[in-house]
């Protein structure tokens, strides 16, 4: 099992390109997560999705847009980059939904995403 | 809303054993524990969970009292390879925070 699986590992994007940050799981999870990591601080919950064909916002989602077509993949577009948008990308999944099943769920993380916007 | 509150910070020395607390004040009756790990430049890894008295694996101890508002991440004899950021979730405060960042120093 190669677990999460995430591309790029580093890109460097214009103001106002855009991109499409790649997430694969092969642990037949349902749920799956995007996160950012700023500098110095925690993970913010970007979008989320409880199985394919089914996706939410999380704390965070503007600037955003994800799709889920299989229970593998949950790819996450930025349309416009902007600079505030630099940061790390973590894609997660997890048999259990976040929260649920009294927290008893694991989730896995990929090896995540630096994106720099200049 | 259940929130998690723990150091922001610690250090400690090779070969201490270092334990970080988290606070749960409003964890629900049927409410796991759970604390990640996360290295620099990696993504967090799960690292221990529980639900009452005391968990041990291979890496941690959890120990929970039993009012279970509270419990401790022991982590025993550290090394520099220990350095990293620590983080507690409960299921009503799923929100990876700041976490406490651990400094092991030779």
């Known amino acids: 099992n190669a677990g999460v699986t995430q591309t790029p590992k580093f890109r460097i994007l214009k103001i106002g390109q855009s991109m499409t940050l790649q997430c694969t799981q092969d642990m037949n999870h349902n749920y799956m ?3 950012r990591q700023d500098p110095g601080m925690g993970l913010k919950l970007i979008y989320y999705s409880v199985g394919a064909g089914i996706t939410d916002k999380g ?3 503007n ?3 994800v799709s889920r077509s299989t229970t593998e993949d949950f790819p996450l577009r930025l349309e416009l980059a902007a600079p505030s948008q630099t940061s790390v990308y973590f894609c997660a999944s997890s048999q259990v939904g ?3 099943a009294g927290g008893r769920e694991t989730q896995y993380f990929g090896p995540g995403t630096r994106l720099l916007v200049l | 809303l259940a929130k998690t509150t723990q150091p922001i910070s610690m250090d400690s020395y090779e070969g201490q054993e270092v334990n970080i607390t988290c606070s749960h004040n409003n964890i629900a009756t049927n409410d796991y ?3 990640y790990q996360q290295f620099p430049s990696q993504g967090p890894r799960f690292i221990i969970q529980g639900y009452k008295t005391k968990v041990t ?3 941690a101890s959890l120990f929970i009292p ?3 508002k509270s419990s401790t991440l022991s982590l025993p004899r550290v090394s520099l390879s220990d350095t990293a950021v620590y983080y507690c979730l409960v299921p009503n405060d799923m929100r990876f925070g700041a976490g406490t960042r651990l400094t092991v120093k030779p």
């Open chain 1, 59 to 61: 704390e965070v989602p």
């Open chain 1, 63 to 65: 600037g955003y847009n």
């Open chain 1, 33 to 35: 997560y995007w996160y």
């Open chain 2, 33 to 35: 524990i759970t604390w």
């Open chain 2, 57 to 59: 694996n291979e890496v």
């Open chain 2, 66 to 68: 039993a009012d279970r």
């Open chain 1, 98 to 100: 976040r929260g649920l």
